[in-house]
């Protein structure tokens, strides 16, 4: 960091320790100004990651993701599942390096390949099964995913790179992907409804039932049936540098932690009668009954308690 940068923040530092928060917004805003500035080069690539299998197999099969710099991104999202993962589909062959690169690298998988390419065929064998067909076809994909039985750990669309083809195979095979399964989109460079489309996914990561109480979302454990399908099965969208993985999962479900409705109510009914006692208490002692007064009381862990009791006496 230089020093310009560094003798800014520690300014900052000071005027929030201070509580003088005009200053200290002032000075933050001044580092992002020079931040912002900054146009040097970084100065050393991203280091390897020494335990990264993936970015060795690329080196050796050179697949056309390997120059997109895709396979650490790769390799974050896919070492959990590598040796679980039996079925895997990249639509896109053009040549057996990728393929390979799979084949090696998820020991326990079927890779499925699909292309549009007639030539393609001739990287069938080992564990690798190739279908030759066009990614936006319906026919094909509803025959593609009769014949595999779908159930898919992993699809990778690596193929015509369209808008079009990519929410049409989106379409057909993330409903085919299993139940945690992975979705990965690359190149999705220039195409703002590819963006839009990866946002309204977010939203669906993000979707709280209409008229929720807010205030009672960590004991929110069903959807119901009136939430959109991709938004009670959808866990997460990464974003990297042209590339995006979307995986599947259930919602509010996976949250291993759920508490069940009915004992969140129990703890929020229990919570609130200790307020209401402390509100009790205060007003014995002819003291006013506010917001500061019960926090100090109950301590500032409690303050949501407090804001829940006076909101609800009105
Ligand atoms: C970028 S290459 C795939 C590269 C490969 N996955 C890799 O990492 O080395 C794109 C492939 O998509 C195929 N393709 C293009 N349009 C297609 C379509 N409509 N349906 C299926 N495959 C298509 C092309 O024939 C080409 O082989």
Redesign the pocket.
Known sequence: MDQRLQDTLAKALAWEKQGNWVDAVARRNEALDLLLARTERTPTPRPLDPTDSLETLGEVHK???RSHDYLHRYWKHFRDVQFTARKVV??????E??INMWEEFFPNATIFG????PV?QNYAGGRKKIFIG???DERFQLEFIKETGGDFDIVID???HSTY?MLKTFSYLYPALNDHGIYVIEDVQKKPAILQFLAQLMEFVNYMPPDFDLLNWPGLSAFGDSAPWLARNTIGVSFHRYIAFIERGFNPRDNRYLIEAEEFQRRVREQQDGVRAAAEELELAGLPVTQESLVAKLGRRSAHHVDRYLKGKG
Not at 90 to 95: C, F, K, L, P, S
């Open positions: 697949p056309s993701k990249e639509v896109g062959v053009q040549t390096r990728s699909l292309d549009i390419d393609c066009d990614q936006t690596d193929g015509l083809s």
